[in-house]
């Protein structure tokens, strides 16, 4: 089976601009979750998606949002890029019923100037 | 969710046994140990989850004493490609939890 992808692997924005970050799970894998990672605060979760619907969220402000598509696929969203926002974002999959094994990507790594 | 607390970082010579502890005094009686291997600018990798007494792997093993306050990671005959942080987390095995990662343990391996 392919692993979790994403894309693009790389951004540069600046402050103000939105971004918009893709992930293509496991195939079977219907939920999706999003970390970011950063030197000082670790891996924190954002948000995850279940078939669709948002299951949990993080303690995140509104800039960051996201979706999930009918076909599992994630996209995760941060609106009005702030230079706290440079970080590693990581997308994880998992069959989402009762195993917590989950499948990270590369992560998008953002840098935002 | 319940807490853990890990050592920040370790150092080990390279063919050695590496044991990692993390303790979960708050564990719940249907939380799950899952530890996770993370190599710079990477996702983590899943290594090994438990529930209580020894778990084995290829890749590792899992002490999960009976009260199950603590638990502890064994890594046997570690080589440099083992350099990485290890995070220990521990939540209910259910699909709509969510994880929370703390520090994790940062090992170096040295030749």
């Known amino acids: 089976k392919a692993g979790v992808t994403q894309t693009p692997r790389y951004l540069i924005k600046t402050r103000g601009q939105q971004v918009t970050l893709s992930c293509s799970p496991i195939?079977?894998?219907?939920?999706v979750s999003w970390y970011q990672q950063t030197p000082g605060q670790g891996l924190q979760f954002l948000f995850e998606y279940f078939s669709e619907t948002q299951r949990n969220k993080g303690n995140f402000p509104g800039r960051f949002s996201g979706r999930q598509f009918s076909n599992s696929r994630s996209e995760m969203n941060v609106s009005t890029l702030e230079l706290g926002d440079s970080a590693l974002y990581l997308c994880?999959?998992?069959?989402?019923?009762?195993?917590?094994?989950?499948?990270f990507g590369p992560g998008t790594r953002l840098t935002v100037t | 969710l319940a807490k853990t607390t890990q050592p920040i970082s370790m150092d080990s010579y390279e063919g050695q046994e590496v044991n990692i502890t993390c303790s979960h005094n708050?564990?719940?009686?249907?939380?799950?140990i899952t530890w996770y291997q993370q190599f710079p600018s990477q996702g983590p990798r899943f290594i090994i989850q438990g529930y209580k007494t020894k778990v084995t792997n290829e890749v590792a093993s899992l002490f999960i004493p009976a009260d199950r306050k603590s638990s502890t990671l064994s890594l046997p005959r570690v080589s440099l490609s083992d350099t990485a942080v290890y995070y220990c987390?521990?939540?209910?095995?259910?699909?709509?939890?969510?994880?929370?990662f703390g520090t994790g343990t940062r090992l170096t391996i040295i030749p």
């Open positions: 708050n564990i719940a009686t249907n939380d799950y």
């Open positions: 987390l521990v939540s209910p095995n259910f699909g709509n939890e969510k994880l929370t």
């Open positions: 195939s079977g894998h219907r939920s």
């Open positions: 994880a999959s998992r069959t989402g019923q009762t195993s917590y094994e989950q499948y």
